[in-house]
DNA sequence: CCTATTTAGTACGAAATCGAACTATAATAT
DNA sequence: ATATTATAGTTCGATTTCGTACTAAATAGG
């Protein structure tokens, strides 16, 4: 494979990437609806897919966001009561992000309001390839992601 | 295959193409620098990977954005003259967007730059593997994009 | 025709995102 | 210990994104 080739395959995917990131982010906007931001809704899934208790600058970190764009986001969510922010006992400089339950709650609606939209697409969407292509992903996100923490 | 089970892998597969969107796209601002933004770039991208000559209209809702938005980056290419806006012959309400020779060389050099992320992760991504998820992105992407077309 | 409705684009204000400067605390060096 | 440097978070202003209202032109119905 010349460097050209791997350049092309790799453009192309990305391409790809964000236009399904495009689509499928209007859907989840759509069921969120006014309230909250796709950016939002991410950082509360965040706190459930991988741990919540984390800082604010381990979040923005992990989201690839500066940290005032994080810090934004926060503030709305605690707005609404769907985490909490408490002091750090082991920095005082920083604060700890704690998912409520009412944030559960959310979140678990969110996802179940989005089963409508798989069931109309569940007779197009091929659901073997794409649980094939999920580890291809996994590792392309993995070695993006370890690249950028060589800095 | 259950409806559940379908879910858990549509959402496990959006989760990972919005994280592989941030990382890619993180890697694409930082050669675009300061100048432009990925939404002007993906723009520029889409007047030479599908057709130039289209309305703004048709940009907005192929990028499924706002058509308030796709003004708004139109007028930035326009001002770097990367773009051209002419008026339409057809349609006496709208424009035509068509990419300048400068527009041109400017994405084929951004592309270019990007020559050396991908040199430097070669030895870790599988083009092979990516090569065969791209068609199962190609297809997710075709049925949302159907999908939001039937409204 | 002529009117009513729809459509493309713009103007404007609100919200989100971001970078630079600042404050407070922690870590490091001497 | 004390001074220096680094880090976490906030404040503030600029850019981007977006929804609503508006203007001009095309389309549809009578």
Redesign the pocket.
């Known amino acids: 494979m010349t460097p050209d080739q791997a350049l092309g395959i790799a453009f192309s995917f990305f391409n790809e990437v964000g236009i399904v990131n495009q689509l499928s982010s209007a859907l989840l906007q759509k069921r969120l609806g006014n309230g909250f931001?796709v950016?939002q809704f991410s950082v509360l899934n965040h706190l459930i897919r991988v741990k919540d208790g984390q800082?604010?600058?381990a979040l923005a970190s992990a989201f690839q966001?500066?940290?005032?764009?994080m810090?934004?986001?926060l503030t709305?969510l605690e707005q609404n009561k769907l985490i909490e922010l408490r002091s750090?006992p082991k920095?005082?400089?920083?604060?700890c992000v704690w998912i409520t339950e009412a944030g559960k709650n959310y979140r678990e609606t969110t996802i179940a309001s989005l089963s409508g939209d798989i069931a109309r697409l569940s007779d197009k969407l091929d659901f073997d390839a794409i649980q094939q292509a999920l580890p291809v992903l996994q590792q392309v996100r993995q070695i993006l992601d370890e690249d950028r923490n060589e800095d």
């Open positions: 931001t950016a800082t604010p600058m966001v500066p940290k005032t764009s810090t934004h986001s709305k750090n920095d005082g400089r920083s604060k």
